[in-house]
């Protein structure tokens, strides 16, 4: 596993130099990465979430693309067009801007629901289908969304079979004041980003991905994921609790930070230090919990305090 965590660390301290103070959320963008899953961003406007994206895409050597999601916008704009060429008098396929290795889609919940499930099939099957053909996204393929969680005048909240497919959600926040501080100074004259080199390739990220898969589980653990899962569905205040798709991510999650810890197996620390920001953005508050502000975070909490962790004993 000494090769994953050579990876991540690279990356990690690769994008710190441009996004100040933020560490834990750089380190959980890089275990979606080796856990091919997709991040939902979700933060007010001006903390560094498209810096970040590109931050990433560069560090790898990535190709990136950006969608600015809009309510008019068109499926056709996200996954392409088939047009008819006069001149070979064939129909071609001109690829949208879903064909890219890091995709942003940023403030995906302005767009109409037809234009969000767009993204769907990418981000499950890794492909698009236009007219009726399909077509591979490149390898590795990573979705990085953003929205802002104030303003919801003119916006379409993702519905819950959307939100489900994003691996894991990350929230910036505003920076402490000696890094906003550092921000200023770095960017007197140029932007930090047109400094950053790329320190990892896609062969190795790839090969990454391999590896994390093959990092142990013992059941005792795959056990307390599931009792994690099954704990938010349980709960009072819960209207709708994360699906099985989040026990695997959980599962997958925790895989990967064991492997960029350096470790060839899980403990109870990694799925605990993953579980607020696996499933959180999969539970649905009960309309009563809502009306006295539970958050979903805060159950996901409770939750973690009320599931015996395996090999502890008991107080």
Do not use: C, W
Not at 23 to 45: K, N, Q, T, W, Y
Not at 133 to 154: D, K, S
Not at 290 to 302: H, K, L, N, P
């Amino acid at each position: 596993m000494q090769d994953v965590r050579s990876v991540a660390e690279r990356v990690v301290n690769n994008v710190k130099r441009v996004i100040l103070g933020k560490e834990r959320a750089i380190e959980l963008v890089v275990v979606a990465l080796l856990s091919r899953g997709h991040i939902l961003i979700e933060d007010v406007p001006g903390v560094g979430k498209t810096t970040l994206a590109k931050t990433i895409a560069k560090s790898l050597g990535f190709t990136f693309k950006r969608m600015q999601f809009t309510p008019d916008l068109l499926p056709s704009d996200v996954t392409g067009v088939t047009i008819y060429n006069q001149k070979t008098q064939e129909f071609e396929f001109r690829p949208g801007p879903i064909m890219a290795q890091i995709v942003l889609a940023d403030e995906v919940n302005r767009a109409t629901p037809k234009t969000q499930s767009a993204l769907l099939e990418a981000m499950e099957e890794e492909q698009v289908t236009v007219d009726g053909i399909t077509y591979p996204l490149p390898a590795p393929f990573l979705v990085m969304a953003t929205q802002n969680p104030i303003e919801y005048e003119g916006t379409f909240p993702l519905p819950e079979a959307q939100l489900d497919r994003f691996f894991l959600r990350v929230n910036l926040g505003y920076p402490a004041r000696p890094d906003e501080l550092h921000v200023l100074e770095a960017q007197q004259r140029v932007h930090p980003l047109t400094e950053v080199g790329q320190v990892a390739d896609g062969a190795e990220i790839v090969a990454a991905q391999a590896a994390v898969r093959d990092v142990y589980v013992d059941r005792l653990v795959r056990e307390y994921v599931v009792d994690l899962a099954r704990a938010t569905r349980e709960h009072a205040d819960v209207y709708l609790g994360a699906s099985p798709r989040g026990s695997l991510s959980l599962f997958r999650g925790s895989q990967a930070m064991a492997a960029i810890r350096g470790r060839d197996y899980v403990i109870p620390d990694d799925v605990k230090a993953l579980a607020v920001s696996v499933l959180s953005h999969r539970v649905i508050v009960s309309p009563a919990a809502r009306i006295r502000s539970v958050d979903t975070r805060g159950i996901v909490d409770e939750v973690m305090e009320q599931v015996p962790v395996p090999g502890a004993s008991a107080a």
